[in-house]
């Protein structure tokens, strides 16, 4: 009897513990990335290019100015965000919304300053410099993601 109690006491933590040692094989995860987004820009005929960091990106206006963005730039954007099967996720926004660019993910905090003011461009970000194998809301675990912005404004 016991025994059963010891059971039940251990055999959650022990449950638990192999869920917090659960991790991303990010190398791994880095390659089929890449592999579904040449997919994707192959099969939706895209002329992008591929940033150092793994980003594809795509400019579709590039904007004035001469902006070197940081961290604390203040941007204003209008976006939509979707996953690679097409389904929305966040957006479209008709209003610009405003926010530093160093509090946004990582592919944005690269994709952005590849424009200026007035400048247009898609990214598509592989699920490490997004939001990786924990997903966030609506998007799932190791997600591609795929976004048109807008920059209506950015400042220092």
Not at 25 to 46: A, M, P, R, Y
Not at 133 to 151: H, K
């Amino acid at each position: 009897m016991k025994f059963r109690y010891l059971l039940l006491l251990i055999l959650p933590l022990l449950v638990l513990a192999a869920a917090c040692g659960k991790k991303c094989n990010e190398e791994k995860q880095v390659n089929i990335d890449d592999s579904t987004i040449l997919k994707f820009i192959s099969d939706k005929g895209i002329v992008a290019q591929k940033h150092p960091s793994g980003i594809y990106y795509q400019i579709l206006s590039t904007g004035t100015g001469n902006l070197s963005y940081t961290a604390n730039t203040t941007v204003s954007t209008k976006y939509v965000g979707r996953l690679l099967d097409g389904s929305v996720f966040d957006g479209p926004t008709s209003q610009p919304i405003t926010f530093q660019l160093g509090g946004v993910i990582t592919g944005w905090q690269i994709g952005i300053p590849l424009i200026q003011k007035g400048g247009k461009i898609r990214l598509l970000i592989p699920s490490g410099l997004a939001y990786g194998c924990d997903g966030q809301g609506p998007i799932p675990s190791n997600a591609v993601l795929d976004f048109e912005v807008e920059l209506v404004n950015a400042t220092n």
